[in-house]
């Protein structure tokens, strides 16, 4: 009959690796969880907005050296600014003419 082979305690390495992987899934499943959470996704919007509305770009803004290269040329993050900007404007002209069509429906029940 042979002994059981006994499992050697992992290597200080081995036990890092394996914590890592924990992190990671925790991260991933926190990130799944947030993604699909319509309260979060409100939250992100919201702060994405409020950094157009003060004038900086999101999430960051082109240093001065691109500027002097590219005079002529908007860059990346100019380019983001901007689509981010007119897709808040947007979103807030969908809620007021959704908020005027409902209290235009709601006043010609009222005429009825």
């Not at 002529?72 to 002209?93: C, H, I, K, P, Y």
Request: proline share 5%; charged share 25%.
């Amino acid at each position: 009959m042979t002994a059981p082979t006994e499992h050697p305690d992992p290597t200080p390495s081995q036990r890092w690796a394996a914590e890592q992987q924990n992190w990671q899934q925790l991260l991933l499943s926190y990130a799944d969880a947030s993604a699909q959470d319509e309260q979060f996704l409100t939250h992100i919007g919201n702060a994405m907005r409020g950094s157009l509305l003060a004038g900086k770009p999101y999430p960051g803004t082109a240093s001065d050296a691109k500027k002097d290269q590219r005079d002529d040329t908007m860059s990346n993050d100019e380019v983001v600014f901007a689509l981010r900007r007119l897709e808040g404007q947007v979103s807030d002209l969908i809620r007021t003419v959704d908020v005027l069509i409902k209290s235009g429906t709601a006043s010609q029940r009222e005429v009825n």
